[in-house]
């Protein structure tokens, strides 16, 4: 049995890297269904796709996976273009039937006001230094084969996964002060468009919270933590953790309740244009 969403966010499943778990997503999206899929950015990595990355056929069949959702679930997916897939620029915006590819987007739900985007946009060193951000990229490729290792170790001796990354980010203090400014710059943003709260991705932590009346949702990665947000149909956020769910039970007891909100009853969506100043368009 499947469980039911209105909307479910997935970011971050740097498709053509080895640590993509592509084989993972997809069997959650099996198991979950929506109305709405919101794909937030760097489903597809360009940038290792262009050095020493591999198209394998896991990576293809998570494709096969959306288009059977539009199909024969009239899901609806707004792919949302990050860094690693910004070759996305040459074509978007671009609406074919229920999929639709642009830069950002306003949710409207109960009520409620979200601006969604990937990102990136407030990370200078992405934006503006785009060398340093490929050396850092290549850094955490490195880091990530490392994580391969030591959890191969940690399986043999029958221990649970273990995120060296996000350890080490819990850990340096320079890593923790960027997160912190990243997501109050993401709230400042979605207060000055008028939003109740922020959707993103791109930093590669599962998040919810409040920061100064404002909801920040970031909805992690499927690289490490393997998580996904996702609305039921009251309007409640919630984060998924892949590796907390039993698929064997009809319904998934591993949720975080984002807190209730007050029930309201319109629901659409707005897409804005390349000018994040541009008034939105109704789809």
């Known amino acids: 049995m499947k469980t039911q969403f209105k909307t479910i966010v997935i970011s971050d499943i740097h498709l053509g890297t080895k640590g993509s778990k592509a084989k993972e997503v997809v069997r959650f999206l099996k198991k979950h269904k929506c109305d709405n899929l919101i794909l937030n950015g760097d489903i597809i990595d360009g940038w290792q796709l262009k050095k ?50 642009q830069k950002d987007l306003i949710y409207e739900s109960r009520g409620k006001k979200y601006f969604v985007l990937h990102g990136d946009i407030f990370d200078s060193i992405t934006t503006n ?3 340093i951000a490929y050396l ?67 930093i590669h932590k599962a998040e919810s919270r409040i920061i100064d009346g404002i909801e920040y949702h970031n909805s992690g990665d499927w690289v490490e933590t393997m998580s996904a947000l996702a ?13 907390e769910i039993d698929f064997c039970r009809p319904e998934p007891d591993n949720v975080i309740p984002f807190p209730e909100s007050e029930a309201y009853k319109t629901v659409a969506f707005d897409r804005k244009n390349d000018d994040l100043d541009s008034p939105p368009i109704r789809i």
């Open 52 to 101: 020493s990355g591999t198209w394998k056929r896991k990576h293809t069949r998570f494709f096969n996976r959306i288009l059977k959702m539009m199909d024969n679930d009239r899901t609806k997916v707004f792919y949302l273009r990050g860094n690693h897939d910004d070759f996305l620029d040459q074509i978007l915006p671009l609406e074919v039937g229920n999929l639709s590819i």
């Open 129 to 131: 230094l785009r060398w």
């Open 136 to 202: 850092g990229d290549i850094g955490y490729t490195f880091l990530l084969w490392l994580n391969r290792q030591v959890n191969y170790h940690r399986r043999k001796k029958g221990l649970p996964y273990f995120s060296l990354s996000q350890y080490l980010k819990g850990k340096v203090k320079s890593a923790v002060s960027y997160i912190d400014k990243y997501e109050e710059e993401l709230a400042m943003m979605a207060k000055a468009k008028g939003c109740d709260g922020i959707i993103c991705g791109h």
């Open 231 to 243: 609305e039921d149909h009251d309007g409640n956020w919630q984060l998924i953790f892949y590796n």
